[in-house]
């Protein structure tokens, strides 16, 4: 069997997100670090968000690449205000579907394709929008891709390039 590292996961998820629009990142806090002093501070392995003003959904993922990872792990229940959905990623068969609450999927992760497998829903939950942890990624994972006084990158070049003639 191939041993799978969460890194080949969460670029798995990040493939299928970018390819259908959505926002996608990695190691998200629910707010900013000093919750962490209160025990409050969660931080989710991957974070979806679709792009809908209608119909928002921000779909949560816990990564977990070994057995005694998965039993041994209780913080997962702490991303629940921050997901409509919320599911684990694994490699194929390590946690089967019946070892997980009603409303949280799994996904399975085949190594030899790089693909993932949906092998339970999760369930849509009404939240309410998380104020602090979507300020934290606009502070901490947003960048800015254009340059602020040029409408495209081509206009940057071409004033780029004439200063460097001069």
Request: aromatic letters at 12%; glycine letters at 4%.
């Amino acid at each position: 069997m191939t041993k799978v590292r969460a890194h080949e996961i969460k670029h798995a998820l990040r493939e299928k997100h970018t390819h259908i629009g959505d926002f996608f990142a990695t190691e998200v806090k629910n707010g900013p670090t000093h919750l962490a002093s209160k025990g409050e501070l969660a931080i989710i392995d991957g974070l979806a968000i679709k792009k809908s003003w209608v119909k928002p959904c921000i779909t949560g993922y816990e990564v977990k690449v070994s057995r005694s990872d998965f039993l041994n792990d209780d913080k997962w229940t702490a991303y629940k205000d921050m997901c409509h959905r919320r599911y684990f990623v694994c490699p194929t068969g390590l946690i089967k579907p019946d070892e997980l609450p009603d409303d949280v999927g799994l996904i399975w992760y085949n190594p030899e394709k790089k693909s993932l497998y949906t092998r339970k829903k999760s369930l849509f939950r009404d939240i309410e929008m998380p104020y602090e942890m979507l300020y934290y990624i606009i502070m901490s994972k947003l960048e800015n891709t254009k340059h602020p006084y040029f409408d495209n990158k081509t206009e940057y070049f071409e004033e780029y390039l004439e200063n460097k003639i001069n």
